[in-house]
């Protein structure tokens, strides 16, 4: 491969004649609206250079829901693509041969479905199936201390996943069946050496389930364990990162040695996939995140023995909203220029020997390793999930992480230092910064899904979900039965309600109500203090005759949860009555528990995209139930015109991202308590 | 009755006891209420709520334990099944309240999901607000004003130090909850709190082989103890132990039918003779809330003031205003003495 066409000769003869390394595969996570589109952009990303597909699916598809089902209002086609049959899997990748993509799919709870899809669609093609290579993601057991789309009970998934991997494993042997993901983990606060422990946690549950549920022979086990695969991220502390790839790599390679007996090395290779961080990508100046980027990139590109096998890379604009086609185009250039201008990958690993870093690896291999031995004491990370105790610690550094921010001593540029700014080009029309998805296209999927059922088989699709149905309750491996069901014109909404009424559905443990809050550190910034809250709170409690009671609700599909949390711990640490009754909860519900919990205020917190559609629900609720006066406060990724609009819906405040301080929300959210009361009481 | 605060009372405790849910939580609301100025106001509610039901009316469970043992995922399932027999269910959920910020994060509703329509089905979060080990301030009246509204009533208590020997003078039936293999038994034996609960349930019953053995090793405790003669009070009633598992929800039917045994072993006159019980701890724990130990002293000890406390609530007083006539009598004494 030649690769010094470029007009500077390298300094270094030798180096120059050096085989460049294969670059990883370069990716971009993209979907949305319908099928038809998608495909549209997946070809686009192509031609553009991109090596694999990355797909996003909606959180209707994620969850097990049609287009028409209730709890899918305002989320069809939202933040991903919806999926809900074999047509529409079929129109996501025309004339995309299935044999030479790398298709990355991000499904959890649904992932025996999509995958099912996708080799029933391969199959139309022609496609033997033993060709596909790509991932699905798999792991529910970030999603119950993250990401939030899961259904089932952690046991039942636990078995679902095992399910692929002993299909995929000799049906579809280039396919990497779990993800095992640690990148989750970060996003909602974990310290590097929690995201080792818990995900090496994680992939040991994964196994031991396999071992045990003698869904696998024995001897099969090392094949098995060299297809599990991993999903990581990597923060702007690039060489504490690149520290921990290389103790995910050791301490991969340990356990599968010690716990599994795998003597062939590269079954015991480390094999992962990065997306890169996001929560510190910021909302004040945004364009700063594309430099943030690209060194997060280096932590998983910079040593050869621990770089990863595929890459993709948020945008500039993450913390606005969706990133537009150009937005995700400049990402992709950077790893392009990291990949092909820079002389990286010409080199081995340039760490081998460093004695700093060794140093630092050694000691985060120490403290995971004693961490994984505590997850097993207390009986697994199935059991720790359950308990609560894995979540309440990330709720725990996740508080931390923040009010480092708050007080200054996390330094973020444009954000907490150097918030001068001039006026930034890219964001002089803020509305038109992220993509904007049609609102149309949720009416148009619900009109498709009502005409797909009447144009099938019914009697067939009645007869392959029956199966499905009898699979399950007999505990048989649920592919075979889903790829029937997925020829046979099932809905994605269909499968998964066989699934839940067989399994039952699960709510994961919220960890806010045992987490506790370290008071050490600096002292965090704002308007007042906390103590000053706290005796601001105390004297309202005086005049209320009871304490004020905060509801905190996160309505719709969406799983992030982050700011939720830490709304509703700063709020009890300043001395508010908290309920919090976690994710995916419906309007109805949150006005029925503000009913009943009387309190004085509602905070809403919503990510997804879907606030214009929920939240006026909840306050038109509100009124009909004579609680017009309880002042309701939204948060979340609201842009500038919905908040205004939403305003005028009779929403109190909007609160987005760059409003990090909460003592400064809390001194509102105490504000507007005192307003209405008094002006509740004197009406 | 002060008759100013009479009229909206009765409108509310109608409300109340016609089951409309605004009326319900206005009711909680007022009841939680601490200010001097609202004293009449819950007074006058109680004495309205008082006469739209009979004296024994309803069953008003107590599920204790210690944390994390299932006790709201139980309270849930055990609502369920209330429901399934077409009873109406009320829930109080009490959680402890931080003592640095007096806040709280009122966590037992997120384990309850309940369909928003049912209008047979009402769950309240309490905080226990400064009451160090106890129930909340307004459990007894919250539990008064649920028991209006629905034919029977869950009190769910934070499940440390005092709790378990409060929550009996609030319900009529003390459930204790416990999971395999905690060695909470052993140390509930020991510590004599084996005297108060009515029922025992082993918890987390789908860990197996593991609960059948706690649940079996309690019986035999508990039989020794009474062939011992120390089985607690001598009554018709002999203490079951269940197993159940809130989350397969296993064992409910078994442990509601138990529920209702021991509340069909009392007599109607052992009932009101409870409830009479839990009125008069109720008036001398407001009293102490608001005085201190002292007043209990300068009134000449517990046991005269328990008996002043009788003595104003068979006059007709709710606990509410036996407590102030206690008070007053005790502010007498202070100018006195
Ligand atoms: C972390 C994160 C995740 C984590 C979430 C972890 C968790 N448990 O919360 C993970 C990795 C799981 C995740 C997943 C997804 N994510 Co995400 N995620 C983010 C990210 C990077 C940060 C959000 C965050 O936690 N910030 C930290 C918290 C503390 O801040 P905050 O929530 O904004 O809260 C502040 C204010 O908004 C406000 N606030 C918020 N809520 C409330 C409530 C009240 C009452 C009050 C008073 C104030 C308030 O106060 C807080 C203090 O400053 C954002 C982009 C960004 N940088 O903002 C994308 C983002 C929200 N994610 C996005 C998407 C699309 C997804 C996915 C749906 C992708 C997919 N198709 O699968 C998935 C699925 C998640 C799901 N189930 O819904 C999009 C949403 C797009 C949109 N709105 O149009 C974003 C904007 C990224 C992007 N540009 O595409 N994500
Ligand atoms: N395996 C199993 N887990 C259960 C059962 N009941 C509850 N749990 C789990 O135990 C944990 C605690 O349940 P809760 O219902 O919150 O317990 P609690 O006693 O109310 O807890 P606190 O109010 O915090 O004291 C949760 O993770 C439940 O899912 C059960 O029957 N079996
Ligand atoms: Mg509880």
Redesign the pocket.
Known sequence: MSSSAGSHKPADPPAAQKQRERPWIMRTYAGHSTAAKSNELYRTNLQKGQTGLSV??D?PT?TGYDPDHLLSRGEVG???VPVSHIGDMRALFAGLPLDQMNTSM?INATAPWLLALYIAVAEEQGVDKKLLQGTTQNDLVKEYL????YIFPPAASLKLTADIIAYTVNEVPKWNPTNVCS??LQ??GATPVQELAYALSTAIAVLDALKTGGQVPAAEIPKVVGRISFFVNAGIRFIEETCKMRAFTALWDRITKERYGVQDETLRRFRYGVQVN??G?TEPQPENNILRIVLEMLGVTLSKDARARALQLPAW???????RPWDQQWSLRAQQILAFESDLLEYEDIFEGSVVIEAQVRKMVDAAYREIQDIEARGGVIEAVESGYLKQRLVESNAAR?RAIESGQQVVVGVNKYTETAECPLTKDLDGAILTVDPEAEQAAIAAIKKWRAGRDDAAARAALAKLRAAVEQGKNIMPPSIEAAKAGVTTGEWAAALRDVIGEYRAPTGVSGARLDQGGAAVSGKETVEALRARIAGLAKTLGRRPKML?GKPG????????E??ALKARDVGFEVVYEGIRVTPEQIVASAIEEGVHVI???I???SHMELVPQIVEQLRQKGLGHVPV?V???IPESDARALEAKGVARV???K??L?NN?MSDLVELVAKSAGAHAAA | MPPREAEPAVKLAAGVAAGDKVAVAAALNLVEDRRAQTRNAVDALLCALRTLRPPGYGHRVGLTGPPGVGKSTLTAALAREYRARSLRVGVLAVDPSSLRSGGALLGDRARMAFDPQDEGLFVRSLATAGDAGGLAYAANAGVAVLATAYDRVLVETTGVGQTETDVEHVVDTVCLVIQPGSGDVLQFIKAGIMEIPDVIVVNKGDHGRLAQRAASDLQGALDRLRQAGLGGEQSAWTLPVLVTSARDRTGIDALADALQAHLASRTPSERAEKRSRGAVAWAVSLLSRQHGEHALDLLGGAQAVRAQATDALARGATPIGAAASLSERYLAALRAG
């Open positions: 996003a699916f959180l994620q939202k933040v991903g991000t993250s990401r939030g789309t990148y989750h996003e909602a996001s929560l990508l604009n993450e913390a606005l909203g969706l990133p923040i905190v599909l969406d799983g992030h949860s982050n700011g939720a830490q709304i905070g809403i917190s990510l997804s995209g406060v948060g979340g990724i609160y987005t991202p409003d990090f909460l929300i």
